[in-house]
């Protein structure tokens, strides 16, 4: 009997827990929901209003989610990742510009990836709207940036030989000419 007793306690005890766990994961989902969106909303906001600082931020914190991303998210950190480069080339600072750059391209590969359909449909729907912004060819661009700089670091990338000034010296023979065997001047 005291056994019964208490298995039928440990019943009900598991499922209250089972009940009350289902309503907070549904409120925080909800919460999630409601977070990506004021995300979004103050992302769009920090790049209509030139905040680069902050728009960096928000993407850099939202980057961390790329899986998770719609299509349209994708492009507006894409978006935001273009004018943090634009404003790093702008005020010289290499380093920055290289970290956005390789930001770009993660964010850029794992979205592709990860839904390639409706992602390149984003990025359609987005070059239609801006005809200057093709995210495929700017991230070749930027992965051909990134392999120079890694090429230059590791010191792989040799700078080429310098062509000769005067093309006589190249053709001329190593060995020196005897006198008598040299043409008249």
Same mark, same amino acid.
């Given at each position: 009997?005291?056994?019964?007793?208490?298995?039928? /306690?440990?019943?009900?005890?598991?499922?209250?827990?089972?009940?009350?766990?289902?309503?907070?994961?549904?409120?925080?989902?909800?919460?999630? /929901?409601?977070?990506?969106?004021?995300?979004?909303?103050?992302?769009?906001?920090?790049?209509?209003?030139?905040?680069?600082?902050?728009?960096? +931020?928000?993407?850099?914190?939202?980057?961390?989610?790329?899986?998770?991303?719609?299509?349209?998210?994708?492009?507006?950190?894409?978006?935001?990742?273009?004018?943090?480069?634009?404003?790093?080339?702008?005020?010289?600072?290499?380093?920055r510009d290289l970290e956005t750059i390789r930001k770009y391209i993660d964010v850029y590969d794992i979205a592709v990836s990860t839904n390639p359909k409706d992602t390149r449909a984003a990025f359609a729907k987005a070059k239609r709207i801006n005809p200057e912004v093709d995210f495929d060819s700017i991230a070749?661009?930027?992965?051909?940036?990134?392999?120079?700089?890694?090429?230059?670091?590791?010191?792989?990338?040799?700078?080429?030989?310098?062509? +000769?000034?005067?093309?006589?010296?190249?053709?001329?023979?190593?060995?020196?000419?005897?006198?008598?065997?040299?043409?008249?001047?």
């Amino acid at each position: 009997m005291r056994y019964i007793l208490s298995l039928i /306690a440990l019943v009900v005890l598991m499922s209250c827990m089972a009940a009350c766990g289902s309503k907070t994961s549904g409120e925080e989902s909800e919460t999630v /929901a409601e977070s990506v969106d004021e995300q979004n909303t103050q992302l769009a906001e920090a790049l209509n209003v030139g905040n680069i600082g902050r728009a960096s +931020a928000m993407a850099d914190s939202m980057s961390l989610f790329v899986d998770d991303f719609t299509p349209e998210q994708t492009v507006q950190v894409l978006m935001a990742f273009l004018s943090v480069h634009n404003d790093a080339v702008a005020a010289k600072e290499r380093r920055r510009d290289l970290e956005t750059i390789r930001k770009y391209i993660d964010v850029y590969d794992i979205a592709v990836s990860t839904n390639p359909k409706d992602t390149r449909a984003a990025f359609a729907k987005a070059k239609r709207i801006n005809p200057e912004v093709d995210f495929d060819s700017i991230a070749v661009m930027f992965r051909e940036r990134l392999a120079q700089y890694d090429a230059i670091q590791d010191g792989t990338l040799n700078a080429p030989e310098p062509a +000769a000034a005067d093309s006589a010296a190249a053709d001329s023979v190593a060995e020196e000419i005897p006198l008598e065997l040299r043409p008249a001047e």
